[in-house]
Every structure is written in structure tokens, then in C-alpha cells.
């Protein structure tokens, strides 16, 4: 999962995208870290006492009689709750849940990074987003205490444990047993059609007379072909690792999913399938077509696209719909829709279109190991509600009553008729609690679709999404696998690093593979390889 501007647009905009950025995300990001809270705030448990005076979606007055203070680190957060700020969403969900939040800052480029200096330093927030969910940096944090358990009965949580019982959660439990994590979801589904794929421009494309490529040679083609003629870059990227999964899925599974080769279970980046994907990036790298600056940091991509710089790009192409407002920005009067388009993938040597596969969720909550019982139960009874039916509505489409009413199972907006009405100004915090508990699984409360670029761009994607359903096959991993070995130590080492040096270097790749493959054996390899096999034996 990379990274995704912050923006606010119009209502349809919001509830049509709302539920897309996958994370798997987009590429680029220069998102500053403004905001009032820039420093994580240690986990305390003080809070003044004072009766609930919840909405009336309230639970008992009793349940949430003590008012608690909780601090929480997600993307952007102290950019849009603010001291002092109108916003009553935010009021309503507080005095919901008798909390004050206290945003503790983020943003796409340095999450990763914070989090890990305020583990270390034990400043961790009370509530925090993280996609550590499972592997080396995840068991350093459960053996050390440094992170807090969900309690074992999650029965007081019903729109939570529809997703911690799911099975690839349940199979990224630590070795104690216990889960970590609130799941934060793609879909109800480990195909995710669109999460992965090239955005190319259809108009060049129709100007030069060019075909959908159906091989890896007619491919070269169409991206040189553009290329020179247009006199751009074929082919950008900010992360080679989002070229192996986006151009070259179909010739072998992402190289962290673990596969099944001559009986043996073994990461993806140790087959020979793996080393063939990396001599294809080289080839387009050595043939000027990939983007010479795709190991730039924070080399910002969509930007490059959007601005007439690229042909294509490597994307999260289900954020289509999302990048409409950036598009209109560096091409005004030109439609988005008709300039771009999704490219149909390659299909694998057995002629098949596998679908993009990925957990059921890309990243989640975790909690400080120095919680409160008490904390913990209240966020996660936030949460919980954030999840609901009603939380959703609420977060996507502002409150009811005032911003919408019920039509059966849908929904009647009552700003439809404002041409420049924008929820997330009217409620800022919208922005951060549409994607706080579920990414990407929440129903969509709309009938049809409206005239706007947007919702035009939204029906394309999800005709393409329909299509790839229908006629692609499965990925070929299994999951529960794959979320019990993404639990182990597998030797900590960078192969996004080796991949990116042998692309551009002159190494023979197999050797180099195996190479690397040899060290990380000693480090905690090997002994996750024999304890997958030893497990999942009889399992394909």
C-alpha cells in the first residue's frame, strides 16, 4: 500500500471514492505534516469523569460515564481535527462515546518511519494505523509488549468480528495465539480486481492508431511507440516492486505471497518465476521504457502522468475515479474518461487473466501495549460503530436528518441539488473516518449514477471490475498460508533493495537471488520454511 494525496472535493466525489483507496493506493506523495499534533502522545489513562451526553444513537448513559481523552495516529489527522474547529460530526461522535480524540499526526510518506521511532521510544499513541500487520517488525513488537492484544471475546464488537473471524486474520495471529490488529478492509474478497494495473492514455493511444497489447512484446510496443512519438516517458513508477505486481502479475504472484513449487512452500521472490518478472522490469528498463527515476524517493509518478510527462502509469487503477480532480488541475477542459483508460492485462502463458490477490484487508489498528482495558474497549466500541451500517452512512454522507434520509436500503442525499456542496469541508473529519475502520468494504448507499466526471469515471471502473470477475480465474495463493508465514521471521531482509539494484545493474539475476535467498536462511529463513511445510503440508 503506497500513498495518496489528501483532497477535498464536491459530495459526489467523496462517496463515490470514499471507499477506493485501496491500499494498495497510488503512487506519489509529498503530503506535509502539517497540523496541530506533530508528536505522538504517550499513552495515558487519566480523563476527567463526566455523564454521557451521547446522541440519541447513544448507548446506555452508564456504559461511557467516564470521559477519557484518546490519542490517535492516522494519515493527516491533525490537519483536520483541530482545536476550536466546527465540526459536528466530529462533536457527534465524541459526545457518542464521551471521548475527546487527540490526533497525534501522520502522513502517507512517513508512517511507516514514525511509527517505528515511537515504538522504540515508547511514545506509541493509545490507537495507531500501521501496515506491520504481521512479519519481523510485528513479532518484535508482541514479544516485547509493545503492542496490546484484542481481547480474546470480540462477541461486544459485531461489525468488528465479522472481519477478526475471517480466516486470513485469524491466520496472522501471533505465536501466543492472540490477535493484534482491528483489520482495516479491502473487500469481502481476496480478488481485487483493479487494485493493480497501468493507466495508459487512450487518447494518444487513438491518435497513433494503437491496439490493446495482448503479449509482453506488443506491450514494449505500444509504450515505445508512445513514447517516441509523443516524445514522453513510456512507462512510470515510483515503486519497482508496484511494476512486478501491476505489468507482470500474470507471470508470477507478488513476491511476498508464499507458493507451492515442487512440493515445497517458499516466498514467491525464491522462485524461478520471480527471477523472470525482474529480467522483464531490466529489459524495460535497459529499453528506456521504464522511467529511468523509478528508485527516486518520493519520485511523485501520477504527478508525472497527469501532467503529460508519462504515457502510462503503475497505479492502483480502482483510485481512478479519485485522481479525476488532480487530472482537471493540469488539463482543464479535457475529461479524464476520455483520455484514460485502464490497460487490459497481459494474459499468463496459459492464456488465463489471474486476478490481482491480496488479503482481505491491507493494514490496520493496533493499540499501545500500556493501554487501559478500559481505553481499548472504548475505541474499539468507536470503531465498532464506525463499521456499522449506521457509521458508515454517516461518515460517507453526513448525518441523517440533515444531510440525507432513508429510502428503503438507500439513501436520499439533500445536497443534491448544491452544484458546489463538499462534505468534507462542511465535516472535515469525514475525510479521516471513512477510512479509519474500513478502507474499502463499506456498502455504497447510492442509486445510479449522476452526469458529474467523477461518477462517470466510478460506473467505467466498476463495468471493468464487473468484466474481470466474470471472466478471470483465481490467484494462485492461498491465503490462510500466506497469513500464517507472514507471522514468522523470514530473515529481514530488503529484497524491494536487491530487486531494485539488479534491475538497473548487470548481475546475473538467479545467482543474485539465491545468493540473498542463502544469507536470510541463517537469520530465520530456513526455519519458517520448515515450520509452513510442516503445517500446511497437505495444503495447495
Not at 536462511?521 to 520448515?530: E, T, V
Request: proline share 4%; with cysteine.
Amino acid at each position: 500500500m503506497k500513498k495518496k494525496n489528501a483532497l477535498t472535493v464536491g459530495l459526489s466525489a467523496l462517496l463515490l471514492t470514499s471507499g477506493l483507496l485501496a491500499g494498495c493506493g497510488s503512487n506519489g506523495d509529498n503530503t506535509s505534516n502539517s497540523g496541530d499534533t506533530n508528536t505522538a502522545a504517550k499513552s495515558t489513562d487519566t480523563g476527567s469523569d463526566s455523564s454521557n451526553n451521547g446522541s440519541g444513537n447513544a448507548a446506555p448513559e452508564d456504559l461511557y460515564k467516564k470521559h477519557l481523552d484518546i490519542s490517535i495516529a492516522y494519515m493527516d489527522i491533525g490537519t483536520v481535527i483541530k482545536e476550536g474547529q466546527t465540526d459536528d460530526m466530529l462533536k457527534m461522535l465524541e459526545d457518542k462515546f464521551n471521548i475527546t480524540i487527540k490526533p497525534v499526526n501522520e502522513s502517507w510518506g512517513d508512517y511507516g518511519d514514525r511509527t517505528k521511532l515511537w515504538a522504540a521510544s515508547g511514545q506509541l499513541p493509545d490507537a495507531f494505523f500501521t501496515d506491520a500487520t504481521s512479519g519481523d517488525l510485528f513479532n518484535q513488537w508482541v514479544e516485547q509488549g509493545i503492542i496490546k492484544a484484542l481481547p480474546d471475546d470480540m462477541s461486544k464488537y459485531p461489525s468488528l468480528k465479522q472481519y477478526t473471524d475471517l480466516p486470513d486474520v485469524k491466520g496472522a495471529a501471533a505465536s501466543d495465539g492472540k490477535n493484534y490488529f482491528i483489520p482495516r478492509m479491502l473487500a469481502s474478497r481476496n480478488e481485487l480486481p483493479n487494485d493493480r494495473g497501468i493507466l495508459i492514455r487512450k487518447d494518444w493511444m487513438d491518435e497513433l492508431g494503437l491496439k490493446d497489447p495482448t503479449t509482453y512484446d506488443e506491450l514494449k510496443t505500444v509504450l515505445k511507440t508512445i513514447g517516441e512519438k509523443k516524445h514522453v516517458i513510456p512507462l512510470t513508477t515510483s515503486s519497482i516492486d508496484w511494476t512486478s505486481d501491476s505489468v507482470f502479475h500474470n507471470l508470477a504472484p507478488a513476491m511476498q505471497w508464499w507458493q507451492k513449487i515442487d512440493g515445497q512452500w517458499k516466498p514467491g521472490w525464491m522462485t524461478d518465476a520471480f527471477a523472470d518478472v525482474v529480467a522483464h522490469e531490466r529489459d524495460l528498463y535497459q529499453s528506456g521504457i521504464l522511467d529511468k527515476d523509478f528508485s527516486v524517493p518520493n519520485m511523485d509518478a501520477s504527478a508525472k502522468f497527469n501532467q503529460g510527462k508519462a504515457a502510462a502509469l503503475v497505479n492502483t487503477v480502482k483510485n481512478m475515479a479519485y485522481d479525476v480532480p488532480n487530472w482537471s488541475k493540469e488539463n482543464p477542459g479535457v475529461k479524464y474518461i476520455d483520455a484514460v483508460k485502464i490497460l487490459p492485462p497481459i494474459p499468463a502463458a496459459d492464456g488465463n487473466n489471474y486476478l490481482y490477490g491480496y488479503y482481505d484487508y491491507w493494514s490496520g489498528t493496533m493499540f499501545n501495549g500500556s493501554l487501559s482495558d478500559e481505553k481499548q474497549e472504548r475505541i474499539l466500541a468507536m470503531f465498532d460503530w464506525l463499521a456499522s451500517p449506521d457509521g458508515q452512512k454517516t461518515v460517507r454522507y453526513g448525518l441523517e436528518g440533515t444531510d440525507w434520509e432513508s429510502k428503503g436500503d438507500l439513501i436520499t442525499n439533500k445536497h443534491a441539488e448544491e452544484k458546489d456542496f463538499d462534505l468534507a469541508k462542511k465535516y472535515p473529519s469525514s475525510s479521516i473516518f471513512n477510512g479509519m475502520s474500513i478502507w474499502s468494504d463499506g456498502k455504497r448507499y447510492v442509486e445510479g449514477y449522476g452526469p458529474s466526471e467523477v461518477e462517470q469515471t466510478q460506473k467505467y471502473l466498476d463495468e471493468v471490475e464487473a468484466q474481470q470477475l466474470q471472466t478471470g480465474q483465481k490467484a494462485p495463493v492461498n491465503w490462510v498460508v500466506n497469513a500464517y508465514a507472514g507471522s514468522l521471521n523470514t530473515g529481514g531482509g530488503d529484497v524491494q533493495g536487491l530487486v531494485t539494484k539488479l534491475v538497473m545493474g548487470k548481475e546475473d539475476i538467479k545467482e543474485a537471488l539465491k545468493k540473498f535467498a542463502d544469507e536470510q536462511m541463517g537469520l530465520g529463513l530456513q526455519d519458517a520454511i520448515d515450520k509452513v511445510n510442516a503445517k500446511f503440508k497437505d495444503e495447495n
